[in-house]
């Protein structure tokens, strides 16, 4: 399993898509949110793809984790 709590993983970047509900496009940053390069899916491992989904999973099976723009 990879660091689920290091910002730009994974796993942080599919529960924030989930969180701020965005469309769900597996990808993460190897250096810390937001600090290039950016990984998309064509280029994540199976198990770096499998982390992105779980967090947004996780995220999802919570619907009070969700941004209010309201």
Same mark, same amino acid.
């Given at each position: 399993?990879?660091?689920?709590?290091?910002?730009?993983s994974p796993y942080d970047r599919g529960a924030?898509?989930?969180y701020y509900g %965005? +469309?769900?496009r597996p990808h993460y940053y190897p250096n810390g949110t937001y600090n290039d390069? %950016? +990984?998309e899916e064509d280029k994540m491992s199976q198990e770096e793809?499998?982390?992105?989904w779980a967090g947004f999973?996780?995220?999802?099976?919570?619907m009070n984790m969700r941004k209010d723009y309201g």
């Open positions: 399993m990879m660091m689920r709590e290091k910002h730009g924030a898509d989930s %965005r +469309v769900a390069p %950016r +990984v793809i499998k982390e992105y999973d996780d995220n999802e099976s919570d």
